[in-house]
């Protein structure tokens, strides 16, 4: 039976706009968390082993000035482990469990030849791109990162870079540069060994953010800055003594050709060489930032220099960077990881190691060729990505 016209409910027609209003709102809402689920999905697909991942070919054919040497690390049976008490239990992101990595078996970059000094481990003929580590939060990822950067010692094994072992639990001290900037973290050096005149020491560098410098100076003047306050650590470190300021004029002049090799590299132009930080655009910032991880990568080699009577770099060449991207790119958009792809695979292919830990293993399918999975701190899988 019909209700009677009186007693129906109605709706004042001033609520009908606020009644459309959230409709709509809840329509867009549902459209953009299916959008959201669909793309995690498509990333999540394209970490798959099996998938092909094209790779952008090298854009320029540019000969840096200075001769390379290409870098490799090996990571042999390496473990870490960190306390468990309530309070991380509770509130840290730190592991809730005995070893945060155990027994890590790893290698990266081109080895000379099949063994080094440290380590058994074969050259991989995929590591001409980038290396992903991938896995969940708490995995591994970022504690190897760091034993690699040598800013912590692992409690059993050992990391080597370019042939020699990083004996970090007999240095008189372990942790950050202090001096360096917040967005790039290195490492505390080793002791430099007078005995051994080649400049091999190449410090890996993890890169987690842009750049944050005023516009006191330019891209390109920014780069040398860097480095000649990264050589300026190492030897304050190192308790080396400072040379006389003709050498220094030689310093300032190798890193300046380092820095236009590494800009052109990295595909950035004159004309943004000459910019001010600020005028960048987002790609153009992280290729700056890369820029100057990898004048600071290769700072200490500069610093070991300035200690002996020969030009060592210029007779032997120089290894180039090694940098560890920690979610580098995690929060950024796709296409301008795109971009930065190119001068990236650059770097790779004249000698640097770039390995990434991300959670978004789909926006490096321009430049990445392996994936290695971790799982409750241990390799659950090391592949290969077919690439044409």
Not at 319 to 342: A, M
Request: overall charge negative.
């Amino acid at each position: 039976q019909r209700m009677p016209p009186s007693q129906r409910t109605r709706i004042a027609p001033g609520k009908w706009g606020l009644i459309s209003a959230t409709l709509l709102y809840l329509v867009i809402s549902a459209a953009t968390t299916n959008f959201a689920l669909q793309q995690e999905h498509n990333d999540n697909a394209s970490s798959s082993s099996s998938a092909i991942t094209k790779i952008a070919s090298v854009v320029t054919a540019f000969e840096p000035a200075i001769p390379t040497r290409a870098s490799y690390v090996s990571v042999d049976n390496v473990s870490q482990t960190y306390p468990v008490t309530l309070m991380n239990k509770l509130f840290s992101s730190v592991p809730k469990r005995e070893y945060a990595i155990q027994n890590i078996n790893l290698s990266f970059g081109h080895m000379p030849t099949l063994t080094s000094r440290t380590s058994s481990s074969i050259a991989r003929d995929d590591d001409d791109g980038v290396t992903l580590l991938v896995g969940r939060s708490a995995s591994g990822k970022s504690t190897l990162l760091r034993l690699i950067a040598g800013m912590e010692p692992p409690i059993d094994g050992c990391v080597g870079i370019n042939g020699h072992e990083q004996d970090n639990n007999n240095a008189p001290a372990v942790g950050v540069l202090p001096g360096t900037p917040p967005w790039v973290k290195m490492g505390i050096p080793p002791p430099l060994d007078f005995s051994d005149k080649e400049c091999y020491r190449v410090q890996p560098v993890i890169l987690q953010g842009k750049p944050d410098f005023d516009d006191t100076l330019s891209i390109l003047e920014r780069i040398v800055q860097v480095g000649l306050d990264t050589v300026h650590l190492c030897s304050k470190e190192w308790k080396c003594v400072e040379k006389a300021s003709t050498d220094k004029e030689t310093t300032n002049t190798l890193l300046q050709t380092l820095a236009g090799d590494f800009a052109s590299l990295l595909t950035l132009s004159n004309e943004q060489c000459c910019l001010p930080p600020s005028e960048l655009s987002p790609s153009g910032e992280y290729l700056f930032g890369i820029a100057c991880a990898c004048i600071i990568s290769i700072a200490p080699s500069i610093a070991i220099q300035n200690t002996n009577d020969d030009d060592c770099i210029a007779k032997n060449g120089i290894h180039y960077p090694i940098l560890l991207f920690d979610e580098l790119f995690d929060t950024e958009h796709p296409s301008t990881v795109e971009i930065c792809s190119k001068g990236v695979l650059n770097l790779i292919s004249a000698g640097a190691v770039v390995i990434s830990a991300t959670h978004r293993p789909g926006y490096f399918s321009g430049m990445a060729t392996r994936t290695v999975t971790l799982s409750g701190g241990k390799v659950l899988m090391d592949k290969g990505m077919l690439h044409q």
